[in-house]
């Protein structure tokens, strides 16, 4: 976490010179004993965090390919002057065991168009989808999968 505020505060400063690495590391090293201290933060989840980066990478991955799926799909019905739509409300629970986990499941079912998570309770929940195929698999989509493993390494 220490390497991030630093790097932070050099991209921030926009240049980089002796003593802004100097003052950088200083703030660095404040920022990370506070966080330390009064957030409860403890060194191993920077390691959790840097063995979950090519996990994270694979999920941005999978979200802006699934998201250019979507805009296609949309673009078709859009586009098409025989393709009709059918709403439809689908409930279903993954087996996500964090919050954290969940709420990126949502967002990245928001994120995706043709698709708003409506509701998200005690792991329930309830996507709006402009077509019934869309609702296909929701469940069990590569965003759920993903997550699972991610889950599993914590």
Known sequence: ??????LFWVVLNGRFTAEIAVFGLV???ALYLFAWKALDYRPRYD????RSLPLLAAYIAVLCWQIL?????????????????EPVLVSFRPPL???????LLANSITMTPGTITVSLRDGDFQVHCFDRSMA???DS??????LTRWEAGL
Do not use: E, Q
């Open 141 to 146: 989509s590569p965003f759920v999968r993903l």
């Open 27 to 29: 703030i660095s090293a």
């Open 1 to 6: 976490m220490a390497v991030f505020i630093f």
């Open 136 to 138: 296909r698999g929701l």
């Open 69 to 85: 799926l979507a805009c296609l799909a949309m673009a078709g019905y859009i586009l098409s002057r025989r393709k009709r739509a």
């Open 47 to 50: 390691l959790v965090l840097v």
């Open 97 to 103: 065991r964090t919050t954290l986990a969940r709420t």
